[in-house]
C-alpha cells in the first residue's frame, strides 16, 4: 500500500497561520508532521490511479475561505506524466485536476515528483491568487515498508 507526503504549498500554509481566524484541519488518518501532511493509501483501481485517504481542510478570513484538499488520487498517463486530482465536494462524480506533477523519479521505494504546477482549474480554487502554472511543493509516494 502506498501513502502520499506532501508539504502541499509552504507559503500558503505560512499564510493561513498567520491568519488570527486561519485554521488547518486533518481527517480521515491524515496526519501532518514536519515534511508535509501524510495521507495514508487506499486500495486502487488500476495501476494508473493511485489513491489516497483523509482531508486537509484550510479556513480563515471569517469563513471566506474554505479550501478542502481530500480524496486526492494520483493519476499516470501514458507519456510519463501524472495528474493529482481531488474530490470536488459540489459534486460526488467530478474531480478537479488540481496539479500537473510531471515525470517522477524512483528511488527505492519513493516516487518523488519535484515540480508539480498548479492547472486553470486549480487556480480557481485559489481564486487566482496563484496563476494557472504556478510551482507548488514536490511530493512523495512512499511504496510498501516506507509507508
Known amino acids: 500500500m502506498s501513502s502520499l507526503v506532501w508539504p502541499i ?3 500558503f500554509i505560512s499564510y493561513i497561520e498567520r491568519m488570527p481566524d486561519g485554521a488547518i484541519a ?7 508532521h514536519e515534511d508535509g501532511f501524510f495521507f495514508p493509501g487506499e486500495r486502487s483501481a488500476g495501476s494508473a490511479v493511485t489513491r489516497f485517504a483523509g482531508s ?12 478542502p484538499v481530500g480524496g486526492v488520487e494520483i493519476v499516470e498517463s501514458v507519456d510519463g506524466g501524472a495528474v493529482l ?10 474531480r478537479c485536476a488540481l496539479l500537473r506533477l510531471g515525470e517522477s ?8 515528483y519535484a515540480s508539480p504546477v498548479l492547472t ?3 487556480a480557481e480554487l485559489f481564486f487566482d491568487n496563484y496563476a494557472a502554472g504556478s510551482s507548488f511543493d514536490p511530493l512523495e509516494i512512499l511504496e510498501g515498508d516506507a509507508a
Open 105 to 112: 523519479t524512483v528511488a527505492g521505494s519513493r516516487r518523488t
Open 120 to 122: 486553470e482549474e486549480g
Open 56 to 67: 486537509v481542510t484550510f479556513v480563515g478570513h471569517y469563513g471566506m475561505l474554505y479550501l
Open 9 to 11: 504549498k509552504r507559503s
Open 26 to 32: 486533518v481527517e480521515g488518518g491524515v496526519s501532518r
Open 85 to 94: 486530482t481531488i474530490a470536488d465536494e459540489g459534486s460526488p462524480t467530478r
